[in-house]
């Protein structure tokens, strides 16, 4: 068998490092005038790096037995120290000081950096156009740790989900590095009556908040009883010219009684907002002859509820006998001219005696 002019026995064509059996396809000669594989030639001369595969199923031709299959006439590399060479201040790399030749060059914020030295200062993960932040002490950071640095930070601000972002990060350097100044909303005074109406400051369009025509600062559009920011949704104007969330307009200026509240129960304690006389003995307002039938006074069209005869206050509309609240599903009209439920309208005026009654088979006749 011939290779390179040298005869060499059948046998003897072999791979020096493997002993595979070779023939004049898949022998290659190697510089130390031996023969090998192609496998172990490209193991031991061919080109090492991601990319540089050999054969294909060898893979990554880079690994701990590079230095042992390394012969001295390989070429061998170094790494590159890119601090070598200095640029004049403030024209080379921002991290290394060295200058940057355009094929190592990467662009942030318009400064060169080196590919190699272009990563994250805090993890150090190297960067790209896309995850690279610029931070305000003129370093580039990655996307998370720019979050934790110099974003926002408390309940919502986060990585990406909803919890408190306060790793590695205490009071005291948050005041240091981004310090918080509160508005002082009484600084500019307004003219009487063109202000907010809870401090008197002047409100300007970012922070205006609009309610019942008047405009107020957003920071003190808040519940004026339980101090609850509020919005369009939740503000309630009270007739004290004060918004309200809707839990304290209701405590203190709606219905109070059985039945009325967030559930149906009893929500007043004091005697002095209850209600204690439905029947309106001594009412207050208007009288008129067409007014309520109940306390006989005017019926205005915002509080008006109507039966088969008659135009009612709506806090008056309940049934005669057991005081129900009515509306129109179970309004009954008495031939007294008065209002009752289904219940006390069947007992009073319904058809009487065996089967007739509230319920079946009772005898129901007094």
């Known amino acids: 068998m011939l290779a390179r002019g040298k005869g060499y026995h059948r046998r003897c064509f072999k791979c020096v490092q493997c002993n595979k059996t070779l023939d004049s396809t898949l022998h290659c000669d190697g510089p130390d005038k031996d ?107 990655c996307k998370t740790c720019y979050g934790k640095k110099w974003g926002p930070h408390g309940y919502g601000f986060a990585c990406g989900s909803s919890f408190l972002q306060t790793d590695g990060i205490n009071e005291d350097s948050m005041t240091a590095e981004r310090p918080f100044v509160d508005p002082d909303t009484t600084t500019i005074k307004a003219p009487e009556g063109e202000g907010c109406p809870r401090c008197g400051g002047a409100v300007f369009a970012a922070e205006l908040q609009l309610s019942k025509g008047k405009m107020w600062h957003q920071k003190c559009f808040n519940c004026a009883k339980c101090h609850r920011p509020l919005d369009s949704v939740l503000a309630c104007d009270g007739p004290d010219d004060n918004v309200y969330c809707k839990l304290c307009y209701a405590k203190l200026f709606g219905p109070k009684g059985f039945g009325y509240g967030h559930t149906p129960t009893l929500v007043s304690t004091n005697p002095e907002y209850t209600p204690t006389n439905l029947n309106c003995k001594n009412p207050c307002g208007p009288r008129s002859v067409n007014g309520c039938p109940r306390c006989g006074l005017a019926v205005y069209a915002a509080e008006q509820m109507k039966s088969k005869l008659n135009v009612w206050h709506k806090i008056c509309f309940y049934c005669s006998e057991c005081r129900r609240y009515l509306d129109s599903t179970n309004l009954n009209d008495g031939p007294d001219g008065n209002i009752y439920c289904r219940s006390c309208y069947g007992r009073n005026y319904g058809p009487k005696g065996v089967g007739y009654g509230i319920g079946a088979g009772t005898l129901t006749m007094a």
């Open 35 to 141: 023969i090998y594989c192609r496998g172990c030639y490209a193991q031991k001369f061919g080109a090492r790096g991601y990319g540089h595969l050999g054969i294909s199923s060898l893979g990554l031709m880079s690994d701990i037995r590079d230095s042992e299959r390394q012969s001295d006439m390989a070429p061998k590399s170094s790494p590159i120290n890119v601090e070598q060479i200095q640029a004049p201040k403030g024209e080379g790399c921002p991290r290394c000081g060295g200058v940057v030749f355009a094929a190592e060059q990467v662009l942030s914020k318009g400064r060169p950096w080196h590919r190699k030295c272009f990563k994250c200062r805090d993890c150090t993960k190297t960067l790209d156009s896309i995850i690279a932040c610029d931070g305000p002490d003129n370093e580039v950071y």
